[in-house]
Structure formats: C-alpha cells, structure tokens
C-alpha cells in the first residue's frame, strides 16, 4: 500500500471550509497581499492598515483572512482582541503567539512575570529605607509627573488624575510615590516596572522583535476590537511604530492592522497617516452578497430578496441566513423576526437548535464550557461542538470561541422572554459549574493567595457572571463585594469586575446592575481604584466586615499613591470598624514604615502577627523592618518563621541572607543568597547584596561579577550602577565608578546617594571642586544624609576647612549619635581643630558601639598621645594592629606599623612610650580599614538599597 497523506486536524478543517467560503472583500484582500510583493523601503509599502466599521459588518472575518493571507506570504503573526486589558497583557499575547512559532522572548517574558510579581508587590509589601528622601519634588519627578502618575494603574500616557491636578501637585504625588516604592521594591527599575511598566518592557520587546524579525520575510501584528483596546494601546502603538519615544521602534518588515468600530484617527497618528491604508468596511454590496449566498447554494431570486432586505447586507446576517441554505421565502418567515430566529427555525435538529441557544448563555466557551451548557455524551458533544465552532457567527479564538454580539444579543432576548424560569435555571446550573471548577482550583493556594491566581479570578468571574442573570437581585451584594477584592488586584481586575456588571445588565435586561458597570467603569476611568471603592463605600450597602476591607484595601491604593495621611485615616477607619482586621494593621504598619515612623509601624506589625501568627507576609515584612532598623536578632527570629511557612518564596531567604551579612556570618548569608537566587535566577536584588558578601570576605572578583549580572538583569536601573560603581571605587578603579555613577544620575538626576559616591571619587582622582560640587548636591537633595555630611566633613578637613568639617560632623551624630562612624568622623573634626578631650569622647562612644572599630583605634592612639596618656595610647596602636588587614581595603602602611609596634614590645619601656608614640602615630598614616563607612553600612551610606519586598 502506498503512502496516504496525513489527515489534518477537525480545526484544520473548519477553518478550511469557512476560508473557502469567504466571499467579498476582494478589494481590501487584494491590496494587503499586493503589500507584501513591496519592499519596506518602497514607497507603496503601507505599515498600517486599519479596518472599521459597525458591529456585524465583518471586521473580525475580514482581520482572520487577512492573517491567513499574511500567512500564506510567509509571515509570522499575533492576534490580540478585548481579552488583553493592559499594554503588558498585550505584550504578553504578543510573545506567547510568536513564542508557538518558534522566536524566543526570553528577557521579555522573565521581565513580564517581574512585572506582575512587582505589581502585587507594591500593594503586599512596605520596606522603608533608612533615610527618607527630601521633600519637594525633585526636576524629574516635575518632567514625568503626568505620564507617570497613571502608571500604578498600568495606564499608559497622562491619566484621569492628570487632568485634573497641576503640575506641581502630580510631581509632589509622584515623588511620594517613587519614594514609597523605591522602599519597598528592589530596584528603581521595579519601581518603573510599576510606575511605567511600558517604558520599561517596551525597549526590551522591540530588541527581541528584532531579533525575530531578522529570521522572518514578515511579522504580523493584529489588533482586532480596537474600538476597546486602543484607549490603552493606541498611544504606545503609535509611539513603538514612529520611534518618538523609544529608539528606533518596529523593525521594517513588521506590518500592523487595527481593526475597530471608530475611522482612523490622522489627527493623533500625525505624520504617519502617508503609510497607513485605510479599511472602511460598509455592509455587502447587493453583489458582494448574492456572491455569498450563491457560493451556499441560496440562488433563487425570490429568497435572494428577502435575504437582502432583511439583513440590509450586513455581512454576519447574510452568512447565518445562507447557511441554512432556504429553498423558497417561506422559510425566512417574518421579516420582522431577527435573523438568528430564523436560522434557528431553519435548523431542522432539534439538538443544533438547542445546542446553539445553550452555547450563547456562556460569554465565551471551551469544550469544558461546551459539555457544561449542553446536557449530551462525551462523543456527541465532540461532534456539535465542531459544528458550533464552524457556524459563520462563531469567532475561533484558539482554544476557546465566542459568538458575535450582533447574533448572541438577540438569542440571549429570544431565550429570556421565551421561558425566563428556563433562563434563569441554565444560568443558576453554569454558576454551579463554575464554582465547582473554582473550588477544585482554591485546593493548593492559601487564603490570601486566592486573588493573586489569574485561573482562580476568571473562574470566579464567569461564576459571578451566570449568578447575575439568574439572579440578579440576590447575587448583587456578593459580586460587589468581590469588586472590593478585585480592585485590591488593580485597575484591570477591577474594571473587569465591573465589565461582568454591565454586561450581566444588559444580558438580563436589569436596569441596577447596568447602572452599576457602568458607574463603576465610570469612577475607575476617573480616580482608580480609591474612585471605585468610594463608590462601593457610598453605596453598596457593604456589611460592617465588607466595609473595613474596602477602606483597607482604599488606604492601601493611597499608599501607594504616596498619599500616606489620607491612608492612615483609612485605615484608622477600617480597624475601628473591625480591630480584629489583621491586613489592615499590616497595611497600616507598612504606610508607618513608608512614611519614616519605624516603632510605630512594628507596633502594626506585632498586632497583625498576633491576630495572624503563621502569616508570611506579615513575618517577612516585620523581619526586613527589623533589619533596616539593626535589630537583627529579632530579624532573624521572624525571617526563620517565614522561610519555614513559605520555603518557595525569594523574598525571606534574601533578606536573612542580608542580615547574616550585617552580622559578619557571611558563610550563612551566602547559603541564604545562594537560595533566593536558585528560587528565582534574576533576583538582582539578592545579586546586589550577595556582592556585598563577596566584598566583605576579599572577593573582589566575585563581587564585581555579581554586580555585573545585576546590571545586566536591570540596566535601568540606577541602583544597581550606583551598587557597581561602589564597587569599582572599593577596588580603587574610580574613573571606572564614575562612569557607573553618570548612567546612574542620567537614569535618576535625582538619586542624592549617587551624588554623594560620585563625589568621593572625584576626591579620590584629586578633583577636588568636583567633589565638593557633587557632595554639595547630594545634601541639598537629601540634607539628612549622614554618609554624604561625613564624606564632605573629611574633604573639608583635606581642605583646611575644620569649622566647616566640624559642622557638617556635627550634624551627622545628631541624626546617628549611637553610629560608631560618625562618632569617629566628629572625632577627627576635633583633633584637627586640637580640641581632643571632646575627640576622646567621641572615640570612647564609637568603641562602646563597636569594641573593633580600626578607624576608631587608630584615631584615638593619636589623640591619647596628644593628651599624654602614652600608655593608653600605645595600647590601642597595638590593638589596631592586632585586629590584622581588613579585607578588600588599602592596608599598604599596615606592615610597617606592624614593625613598630613588634619593635616597641620587644624593648618595651615606660620611658620608650612616649618616644614611640609619634612613631606610630605620625610616621604612619593611620587608614579608616573600614573603607570609610560604618559598620553595617554600604559604602555609598544610607542608600542600602531597595529591600527584597516579599511576592504575592
């Protein structure tokens, strides 16, 4: 026998014979192909085409033959509708069609699932820095503050808010709020990631759509629906086409079709409307539709007739009516009937009738949906279901389908004024399915994690869905009260919330659940979520339970708003109405801690662990506090809890490995580093910090390589090249940390603790004015920065200034008395100026803090000397010694001090004491081996970095 072909798949085939069915649009099909056979430097090649028209006028037929047509010319192509809520979501779908057809998006897709992480993140979590940043907006917040004040809401360009506050008011609001996400995420480039996921997500999109456009004649991007997608995609569609905002955009051969309700809009695409070719769809024309009719078989000339005066060429209408091929007028019946009336009285099974109607309850359908909705065996509903999918009404969209609005609406009317006890029981039975389905899902995901699974969301809102139209009356209180919920999640989960409404509305003709989504649409579109959950507060009814949630969940989006006073009058309401309420004294402890009050924020925390004891979050959020604030061992105690309760999440692991660090037990915070990195390879937060390891150990090598990586994983981010360019300072490569420290302030013109690194290594490279200028700048940022105030003071006394040194040293113990480095930069501000009985308290307090701290024991064998206490003196020189070269810094003159001190024990005398003393003290020059930073301190100050920030 000889070989026979393959049968191809049933998809395979439906698709086929619907293909070999499209009749019309010849015009619109021929100038798309015609534009591939150009070149994307010729003048006719057209990048846009952008098809419109009414409902039912077959825009979404027309947009599946032009994919296949571009197909056909050995293109690669993505198909986005409404399901896509966000820029990101669109970017998603974008690389899971491509990723089927071959093309890698790696850095796409991990930086994707950061974003959602990240996005969670800033609602679930609060990590403060140790100094807060200075009020006042600063020049960049004012140059971003109307792009990004949206950004919370993944709302690309100037959202509601901006057209309603000015300038100066959205720059103060965006510095909050940069500040309070700068705390809590792990990187300035998390914290775009949440302001402005597209500014970050895009760049790297159009490189690796580059790279896939070079292994491809084409690449198609389909945009169908545009009518509801394009208010959020149409100006980042328009900006990755013209270049205007993030380089040099699309590769050429990308060709893009938008498909909508609404005409071109030339004025907002400007420029670009020469290579764009315009689809206008009108209804068939009387020949375009006998075309289709005749290719059913439907010729007859009286029922050609009446197919065209009743469906007025509307092309979904003409090609239900042809499909049931009617023979004579009669069968058509009623002109006043609908269309898809008749096609059901023309289907002459019984079964496809019913099965048609069943199938237009749900809003979109799989086979698990299908065999939900029609009560029939397991191969008999493998059969209708392929005959449904092939129906000229019904939208293939993969692995689910969906029917068009202008047939289901009317078989929705037709089957609820018919029998509504029937309506209401099928829609009561698929509620009943889905909440099934939704319960087997809620099996492996704890309490707090249910509204965090996407799977678990969506069947949660097709459940609420079906609630609604059987019950409309009874099922409201509980789908707003999820809506609280929901806008815990965003915007996007919200607005889906309340779509659910609209449609369950219109689908069931009740007047109060239509009012409801569209006013909550309405409130979303104009303040958010906080919007929202006022309107839910004023007037669903909430129980006093439901009512604390909602003011919790509105101080939460406050906060991170950064409006941390209108946030803890929230929340203080949310916990009189419930005390018990444990998330809500974690969100308030978190906007304590964002807004700089450290014990009242743990006082939050201790009360939301003891109404919840085996939450993580809560654990790890109190333990990275506790380690900003240098209690370590209370840290550890609650990380410990925390890797015990959730060992799968980074977050804990990373910040224990960092306390570990401050410790000096750097063996465990590398085991601790080591593990967050294998839970998540790009946690360049635990990278950064696991380099600080690495330097403390003598590492240079390692630490730098980690650091690299960093960098890598987040080039945005100006962190992490302030990090790096630490670094490079430490190894005495300063022109290299320079460098690190430009792309930094070129990346944030803003970051003081940049400024302040930046200027140590102009000191460093003997730029002296340089150095003050950028130290100068870093406090006028941040005047409250004790790093920055010591550095000047030291390069004052290099100057000759000692008053000038003492003040800013002066400053900096009033806001760290305890800080054994502080002390000591006082302590050398008054040996200069000779005053050294005050130099000697300052020393004794720093070694109180930290008995081994070298600069300090170095320095007060100079000032004991000086006050002729040559016994002491000596015996803190041979301490300094003895504490032996500290790892990664500059001990050249340690040997030779080390001499000395072996010389003096060998004769030691009482009267050979004070004629060693300036030996040691002067003819050596005595280092800060701590690399001038205090114990526990990074080497750029207080600028200890963005905090792990616990996932959802």
Not at 88 to 106: C, I, S, T
Not at 132 to 145: D, H, I, N, R
Not at 271 to 294: C, N
Not at 860 to 888: K, M, Y
Request: proline share 6%; glycine share 8%; aromatic share 6%.
């Amino acid at each position: 026998m000889g070989r026979t072909e393959p049968v191809p798949s049933m998809a395979e085939i439906i698709r086929q014979r619907r293909r070999s069915g499209f009749v019309g649009r010849g015009g619109e099909r021929a100038a798309f192909r015609e534009n591939f056979a150009w070149s994307p430097r010729d003048e006719r090649h057209r990048f846009l085409f952008h098809v419109h028209g009414d409902a039912g006028v077959g825009k979404t037929f027309l947009v599946r033959e032009l994919e296949q047509v571009a197909q056909e010319c050995g293109a690669h192509t993505a198909y986005l509708d409404e399901a896509v809520g966000s820029v990101p979501e669109a970017m998603g779908a974008v690389v899971e069609q491509l990723g089927r057809q071959g093309h890698r998006f790696k850095e796409l897709e991990r930086l994707l699932v950061t974003h959602r992480e990240r996005r969670h993140e800033a609602e679930a979590a609060s990590v403060a820095t140790l100094e807060p940043e200075p009020e006042g907006p600063t020049t960049a917040s004012m140059l971003v503050a109307r792009a990004g004040i949206a950004g919370i809401g993944l709302v690309p360009g100037a959202g509601p808010l901006a057209q309603i506050l000015d300038a100066h008011q959205l720059a103060e609001g965006t510095d909050r709020l940069r500040a309070g996400l700068s705390a809590r995420l792990r990187s300035q480039d998390d914290v775009q990631l949440v302001l402005s996921p597209e500014s970050v997500l895009t760049p790297v999109l159009l490189r690796e759509l580059t790279d896939a456009a070079a292994t491809v004649p084409w690449l198609v991007l389909f945009f169908d629906t545009y009518e509801r997608t394009g208010p959020f995609l149409d100006d980042w569609l328009r900006d990755v086409m013209t270049g205007d905002r993030y380089g040099a955009g699309l590769p050429g051969n990308v060709v893009v079709v938008t498909a909508g309700q609404r005409p071109f809009d030339t004025a907002r695409w400007g420029g670009l409307a020469d290579f764009v070719t315009d689809l206008p769809l009108a209804p068939f024309t009387e020949s375009e539709a006998r075309g289709l009719l005749a290719g059913r078989g439907v010729v007859a000339e009286p029922v050609v007739a009446e197919v065209l005066r009743l469906t007025g060429g509307l092309p979904v209408l003409v090609s239900t009516l042809a499909e049931s091929r009617p023979a004579d007028p009669d069968d058509i019946g009623d002109p006043s009937a609908t269309a898809v009336e008749r096609f059901l009285k023309w289907e002459p099974d019984p079964v496809r009738r019913a099965t048609a109607l069943a199938c237009a309850l749900p809003r979109r359908l799989d086979a698990d949906v299908f065999r939900a909705a029609v009560d029939c065996g397991e191969q008999e509903a493998a059969g209708l279901f392929a005959w449904l999918r092939g129906l000229p009404f019904v939208s293939d969209r993969g692995d689910s389908v969906q029917y068009h609005d202008v047939v289901r609406a009317p078989m929705l009317r037709l089957q609820r004024r018919h029998s509504p006890r029937g309506w209401a029981q099928r829609h009561a039975r698929l509620a009943e399915t889905f909440e099934r389905w939704r319960t087997e899902a809620e099996a492996p995901l704890a309490a707090d994690e249910l509204w965090g699974d996407p799977q678990w969301r969506a069947l949660r809102l097709a459940e609420s869905y079906h609630l609604l139209c059987a019950q409309p009356r009874t099922a409201l209180p509980r789908v707003l009260r999820d809506a609280v919920d929901a806008c815990n999640w965003g915007d996007t989960p919200a607005q889906r919330w309340a779509q659910v409404l609209a449609e369950a509305g219109a689908d069931t003709d009740a007047p109060a659940l239509a009012t409801w989504g569209r006013d909550l649409l309405a409130a979303l579109a104009a303040g958010g979520v906080v919007d929202a959950l006022g309107l839910l507060l004023g007037r669903a009814g909430l129980d006093v339970p439901g009512q604390a949630v909602a003011r919790a969940v509105r101080g939460s989006a406050l906060r991170d708003s950064g409006e941390y006073r209108r946030a803890l009058a929230e929340l203080d309401q949310a916990l009189a109405l419930d005390p018990s309420l444990a998330r809500a004294h974690r969100s308030r402890g978190m906007t304590h801690g964002e807004s700089g009050d450290h014990p009242a924020a743990l006082r939050d925390l201790d009360r939301a662990h003891e109404l919840d004891p085996d939450n993580a979050r809560t654990l790890s959020i109190r333990g990275e506090y506790h380690r900003i604030l240098g209690h370590h061992e209370e840290a550890i105690s609650d990380l410990d809890r925390a890797v015990a309760l959730a060992p799968a999440r980074d977050f804990a692991w990373a910040s224990r490995g960092a306390t570990y660090n401050s410790l000096g037990q750097y063996e465990k915070a590398l085991a601790d580093l080591g593990r967050a990195l294998e839970l998540n390879s790009g946690y360049a937060w635990a990278l950064a910090r696991r380099a600080r390891v690495w330097r403390s150990l003598g590492e240079p090598e390692r630490q730098l390589a980690d650091l690299d990586r960093a960098v890598e994983l987040k080039p945005e981010s100006a962190w992490m090249a302030c990090e790096r360019g630490d670094a490079l300072r430490g190894a005495g490569r300063h022109e290299e940390a320079v460098t690190d420290y430009d792309r930094a302030l070129a990346l944030d013109e803003g970051y003081a603790s940049a400024y302040a690194s930046r200027g140590v290594s102009q000191w460093r490279l003997l730029r002296p004015d340089e150095a003050l200028a950028d130290l100068d700048l870093a406090l006028e940022l941040n005047p409250d920065y004790p790093w920055a105030l010591c550095q000047r003071a030291t390069l004052h006394l290099q100057l000759g200034a000692h008053e000038r040194a003492l003040a800013d040293a002066d400053r900096a113990v009033e806001l760290r008395p305890d800080d054994a480095w502080t002390r000591t930069c006082r302590g050398r501000a008054l040996t200069a100026l000779r005053r050294f009985a005050e130099a000697r308290r300052d020393l004794d307090r720093a070694l109180e803090v930290d008995p081994r701290y070298a600069g300090a024991l170095g320095l007060r064998g100079e000032v004991l000397h000086e006050l002729g206490l040559h016994r002491e003196s000596i015996a803190d020189f041979e301490r300094f010694v003895d504490l032996g070269p500290t790892p990664g810094t500059d001990n050249s003159d340690l040997a030779r001090l080390v001499d000395l001190v072996n010389d003096l024990r060998s004769r030691r005398t009482s009267e050979d004491d004070a004629s060693l003393v300036p030996l040691l003290s002067r003819d050596v020059e005595i280092r800060d081996r701590s690399g001038a930073a205090a114990p526990g301190v990074s080497g750029a100050g207080p600028r200890t970095g963005p905090s792990p920030a616990p996932s959802e």
